[in-house]
């Protein structure tokens, strides 16, 4: 399982933790129910406490060769509006003296002024590089996602260059490969992670490539069945939406409160923008009729859980992860082979995106216990060669600091055999190029996007 520590402890009681008694759980008795409250705090990801990670963890004897990293923004204004509410009140100037802060922040914004000779691809050179506006517009990244990252950097800073000199002091453009989706707050995250990352931020080698497609599939985009399943995965969530009666009388009742029919509600997507209030400490939106609460935000964050649930379950969203990420994990995957075969290619490759990037990679891989992707999530794929036998090469992947190397599909029956603490690449490989199309009967990505299902 990934354990995540909370971000904001609530003792019960305002007791001292230390004075309460421990008792032992009964193993017997069900999990927990789901605490959706803990959940959305999770999500938040709000920067309040030094998070301890498992990057770069391995036997003295083993050397680290790449790195290659693919983030979630970071926390954003909503992306949707509550028709006939207010909209959240939140500052997207950065204020280093205002909490969350980080102690570059203010450094990171005047470098972030002076960034003519950055190397940026098409519609990425005309995007702001940070976030200014005094109220924040839809979708932007806030001053909370900026720290996310500026943190997300440092952390793999003291890692990867401290610790393990992945890049030297006099590094180049060439051993970066840096790529994000064209929307402001992807590459102002990526900005953010490399200002505290690099041993020294340079505009004049930063060459950040503009991915158009939210699941970077690159110029392997046609795949019908990916399609296909997507739609199936969207007819479950419909079904299952539509069963919850608990969810569909606080839809009516948040209607009534804003004065417009529950279908436009519904269709206002109100979790995004409830989050946002959640997230930042904002009290949610009223009118004359009465308030919106925390009633409403429980209700519809656990309809949220329970359909994160399902879809592991079914199965379905799995398919559609496999055809959605396969030229992703095969790009990773060439590049990693590349290295391990002595080719120069780059140490530290980033690709900023979004929830809808990290959700699929995670299905995909059979990391199953994974949370659904809070804000500023990283995965990460460390390559490793062996000190006592240099042509073997392993991989680590880490979510959000966490090993979870062994619970990929690929990985796990290997972990039960053998005492080495990370997975052979050739298993990441054969993952890749074969086993991902035997659940569709096929042998090639091109044959699965196209097989119908039997």
């Known amino acids: 399982l990934v354990h995540l520590i909370p971000v904001n402890?609530?003792?019960?009681?305002?007791?001292?933790?230390?004075?309460r008694k421990r008792?032992?759980?009964?193993?017997?008795?069900?999990p927990p129910a789901i605490d959706p409250v803990y959940e959305a705090l999770v999500y938040c990801n709000i920067p309040t406490i030094a998070e301890r990670s498992m990057e770069g963890h391995a036997p003295h004897y083993f050397k680290l060769v790449s790195v290659q990293v693919l983030i979630r923004h970071g926390d954003r204004y909503p992306l949707y509006a509550i028709p006939k509410t207010k909209r959240p009140d939140i500052d997207c100037m950065l204020l280093p003296s205002r909490k969350p802060s980080h102690p570059q922040l203010e450094a990171f914004i005047k470098h972030m002024s002076k960034g003519s000779a950055a190397q940026m691809d098409g519609s990425l050179s005309s995007l702001p590089r940070y976030p200014s506006h005094s109220l924040c517009e839809m979708g932007e990244l806030t001053q909370t996602g900026?720290?996310?990252?500026?943190?997300n950097g440092q952390l793999l800073r003291e890692i990867y260059i401290n610790k393990h000199?992945?890049?030297?002091?006099?590094?180049?453009?060439?051993?970066?490969?840096?790529?994000?989706?064209?929307?402001?707050?992807?590459?102002?995250?990526?900005?953010?992670?490399?200002?505290?990352?690099?041993?020294?931020?340079?505009?004049?080698?930063?060459?950040?490539?503009h991915q158009w497609s939210t699941i970077f599939c690159s110029g392997s985009c046609d795949c019908p069945m990916r399609n296909h399943y997507l739609e199936e995965e969207q007819r479950r969530q419909y079904s299952l939406r539509v069963k919850n009666n608990d969810l569909e009388k606080i839809y009516v009742d948040m209607a009534k409160i804003v004065g417009i029919p529950t279908r436009q509600l519904r269709a206002s997507n109100p979790i995004d923008s409830l989050l946002c209030y959640f997230c930042h400490n904002v009290s949610f939106p009223c009118t004359k009729t009465g308030c919106i609460g925390m009633e409403h935000f429980k209700v519809i964050k656990r309809h949220q859980l329970e359909?994160?649930?399902?879809?592991?379950?079914?199965?379905?969203?799995?398919?559609?992860?496999?055809?959605?990420?396969?030229?992703?994990?095969?790009?990773?995957?060439n590049r990693l082979q590349r290295i391990a075969e002595g080719k120069k290619e780059e140490a530290f490759v980033l690709y900023s995106a979004h929830d809808v990037t990290l959700s699929p990679v995670l299905s995909a891989l059979g990391i199953t216990e994974a949370r659904f992707p809070r804000f500023a999530a990283r995965l990460v794929f460390e390559l490793w060669q062996d000190g006592k036998k240099p042509k073997e090469h392993f991989i680590r992947i880490l979510y959000n600091g966490a090993d979870v190397t062994f619970q990929t599909s690929f990985c796990k029956d290997y972990y039960k055999r053998s005492s080495k603490p990370m997975c052979p690449l050739e298993k990441f490989v054969n993952f890749v190029k074969r086993d991902m199309f035997l659940v569709f009967n096929s042998t090639s990505y091109y044959d699965a996007c196209r097989r119908r299902p039997l």
Request: no cysteine; net charge positive; charged share 25%.
């Open 307 to 333: 359909d994160e649930r399902e879809r592991q379950e079914k199965k379905i969203y799995f398919l559609y992860a496999l055809l959605a990420t396969h030229p992703l994990l095969n790009q990773t995957v």
């Open 165 to 209: 000199k992945l890049l030297p002091s006099d590094w180049t453009g060439k051993q970066l490969y840096l790529e994000t989706t064209g929307k402001s707050r992807t590459l102002q995250s990526a900005l953010a992670l490399l200002y505290t990352f690099l041993p020294d931020f340079d505009w004049k080698k930063i060459n950040m490539r």
């Open 146 to 151: 900026v720290v996310q990252h500026l943190r």
């Open 23 to 30: 008792i032992m759980p009964d193993l017997l008795t069900e």
């Open 9 to 19: 402890p609530i003792r019960e009681g305002g007791l001292n933790p230390k004075s």
